[in-house]
C-alpha cells in the first residue's frame, strides 16, 4: 500500500513546480519582494583557521529583496553565526606570566550586507549571481584554564555569492547559496578573517 501511496503523492507535489514557468523577478511588469529565512553552515578560511577550524553548523540567514528590473533585485540580509573549538594545548600571553592548558575557542558572529543579484534565467529553476557588501560584529572569546580574553570588533565585509531559487509553488521556492565573506574582522590573532557560507532555505515572494 505505501509503495503505491508514494508516487501518487510526489506526483501531486512536483507537477505544481514543474509546470510552473513564472520565476523570481521573471516580468519587469511584476516585480515581487521576496521575504527568505536560511539556515547556514560556516566553513573558516584562510588564517582564520589558526583560531577555529572545525565547519560550524550553528547559523542563520534572514534575507529581504525588492525587484528592481526584470532579472535583477536589490535587497538586505542579516546573520548569525557561532563557532566553537576545543584544543589539547593553548595559551595566554600576560605581561608577567604565560599559562598553558587546555583551550576553549568561541567566536560570534553577527552581519549586515547589502546585496545585489542578477537571475540568469526564467522558470521555476533560476541559477543566480550576486554580490554583497557591509560590515557586523565580532566577539571572539579564549579561555586557558581559569583565565578568559574575549574582544569584540565591528568589521567590514564583502562577498560574491551565487545560488539556485527553485519555485516549488506559487510565491514559494527553495533557495541554495554560497557566498564567500571577506572581512576585516580580528578574531583572536588573525586579520582579515574570512569564511564561506553555504546556506539552504525557504523563501516567500
Do not use: C
Request: glycine share 12%.
Amino acid at each position: 500500500m505505501t509503495r503505491r501511496l508514494l508516487p501518487l503523492l510526489l506526483a501531486s507535489l512536483l507537477p505544481a513546480g514543474a509546470a510552473r514557468a513564472d520565476g523570481y523577478v521573471e516580468s519587469s511588469r511584476y516585480l515581487p519582494t521576496l521575504v527568505s529565512v536560511s539556515w547556514e553552515t560556516v566553513i573558516p578560511q584562510g588564517d582564520l583557521r589558526s583560531f577555529v577550524d572545525r565547519t560550524s553548523f550553528r547559523g542563520l540567514q534572514v534575507e529581504l529583496g525588492f525587484g528592481l528590473a526584470r532579472h535583477f533585485s536589490l535587497g538586505i540580509s542579516a546573520s548569525w553565526n557561532w563557532l566553537a573549538q576545543n584544543v589539547a594545548t593553548g595559551s595566554l600571553e600576560f605581561p608577567d606570566a604565560v599559562i598553558t592548558g587546555a583551550a576553549y575557542h568561541r567566536v560570534e558572529l553577527v552581519g549586515l550586507r547589502g546585496t545585489f543579484h542578477w537571475y540568469l534565467t526564467d522558470g521555476p529553476m533560476q541559477p543566480w549571481l550576486g554580490v554583497g557588501l557591509g560590515g557586523g560584529w565580532s566577539e571572539s572569546y579564549l579561555a586557558v584554564a581559569d583565565q578568559v580574553r574575549t574582544a569584540g570588533r565591528w568589521y567590514g565585509a564583502a562577498e560574491p555569492r551565487a545560488g539556485l531559487l527553485w519555485t516549488i509553488r506559487p510565491g514559494m521556492g527553495v533557495g541554495l547559496q554560497a557566498r564567500y565573506v571577506f572581512t576585516t574582522a580580528e578574531i583572536g590573532d588573525v586579520k582579515d578573517a574570512r569564511w564561506l557560507a553555504l546556506d539552504l532555505g525557504l523563501a516567500l515572494y
